[in-house]
């Protein structure tokens, strides 16, 4: 399977400010994802990122709040902009694939604490 | 609204003992369905698949599906003390602009085996 990393792999940020979160890939994909797990909470899709197009946001997450960059098949950037503290989570990214073809397989992630 | 229900646990059970962990989903379009691994602080890892009713062996992991029930279950066989961890079951959400990719997570069961 694909090797996924994740920058930064935590981070502590002030109130208002925003973030970008980066995932790179050892090959390139079409599709990627974007979660989010709160803390206690299991993992909530945010967006897909397909290269070429725009992101498609599940409901609840709109693109003024998490802007989303595909800019070629191996990397994505996921940007928490004006956060606040229910953003502290850890931000997930992931990518399909795997012997069955439908499976899918996890970043590092990147825990997010904001104060 | 696409549901996938797990008991939250926490299970515990003794070294040695087989840990039965249960889940079940809403959507009977579904026809993938994953169980991962999580530790506390790490990104979740993909341990066992299923695409076909019956029973899926992989080492000491059993995972059942029965699709006429919505249900599917993940067997741990003379469970380790490092099998500790939280248990997450997925299904795939089939109606998603994403195909079969975009997985809904249930919250997890935690899961504790006692040396």
């Known amino acids: 399977s694909a090797v996924i990393s994740q920058k930064p792999s935590r981070d502590i940020c002030q109130r208002g400010t925003s973030l970008t979160i980066q995932c790179q890939v050892d090959?390139?994909?079409?599709?990627m994802f974007w979660y989010r797990q709160q803390p206690g909470q299991s993992l909530t899709l945010i967006a897909t990122a397909n290269q070429g197009s725009e992101a498609t946001y599940e409901s609840g997450f709109v693109i003024d709040k998490f802007p989303i960059s595909r800019p070629n098949l191996t990397f994505s950037t996921l940007t928490v902009s004006n956060m606040s503290p229910e953003d502290s989570s850890i931000y997930l990214c992931?990518?399909?694939?795997?012997?069955?073809?439908?499976?899918?397989?996890f970043g590092p992630g990147t825990r997010l604490t904001v104060l | 609204q696409k549901e996938v229900e797990q008991n939250s646990g926490p299970l515990s059970v003794p070294e040695g003992a087989i840990a039965s962990l249960n889940c079940t989903y809403s959507d009977r379009g579904s026809q993938s369905f994953f169980w991962y691994r999580q530790y506390s602080g790490k990104s979740p890892e993909l341990i066992m698949f299923?695409?076909?009713?019956g029973d899926k062996e992989d080492g000491r992991f059993t995972a059942q599906l029965n699709k006429a029930s919505q249900y599917v279950s993940l067997l741990i066989r003379d469970s380790q003390p490092s099998d500790s961890a939280t248990y997450l079951c997925a299904v795939n959400n089939p109606h998603s602009g994403a195909g079969s990719y975009q997985l809904t997570f249930g919250k997890g069961t935690k899961l504790s085996v006692i040396p």
């Open positions: 090959s390139q994909v079409t599709m």
């Open positions: 299923i695409y076909s009713n």
């Open positions: 992931s990518l399909p694939g795997g012997v069955g073809g439908n499976e899918q397989f």
